[in-house]
């Protein structure tokens, strides 16, 4: 039976109000301060001037030696809610909601994978196995998610 893709979740409170987290988080080019594959962001075309839902942009990405790009479209966009953005070459849809807490923000990273497409397959046996992969991934998440916290809660976010 052939490997089914996992869907991944992280989660991180952050103290600070929704609209402290998403003036961080609305902006995709600044994710790759934050993660760990993600090396630079392109807006395209009239995106330059801001993100909103229909922005498409070109990810940088680096996993160890292997360098690919992909191509993205922001599917959703609600303002101190959720912003998720659909990659062309994986069909995966990546995305962060927002909800308000006692203690600030809770911050839900999420990465689904309906199936894999062909240039996923192609792409798995470099990446070392789906698995493999998505267990870096899942960590990637979480480093990312302590970047943004640190960042939002530190002297400067505030």
């Given at each position: ?33 934050f993660s760990p594959e993600l090396q630079k962001v392109i807006r395209l075309g ?61 911050v839900t990273s999420r990465r689904e994978l309906p199936a894999y497409t062909i240039?996923s397959k192609l792409m798995t046996p470099l990446m070392g196995g789906a698995a ?27």
């Open positions: 039976m052939a490997e089914q893709p996992a869907e991944l979740t992280a989660s991180i409170t952050i103290d600070a109000t929704p609209a402290q987290v998403w003036s961080v988080l609305s902006d995709v080019t600044r994710m790759p301060e009239a995106a330059k001037d801001g993100i909103r839902q229909g922005t498409r942009f070109i990810g940088l990405n680096r996993r160890q030696w292997l360098w690919w790009p992909t191509t993205s479209k922001v599917v959703r966009f609600e303002p101190e809610r959720e912003i998720a953005w659909k990659t062309q070459e994986s069909g995966a849809t990546w995305s962060y909601r927002l909800a308000p807490t006692s203690g600030g923000t809770e240039g493999n992969h998505d267990t870096e991934l899942g960590e990637g998440m979480r480093v990312t998610l302590e970047r943004i916290r640190t960042v939002i809660e530190g002297p400067a976010g505030k």
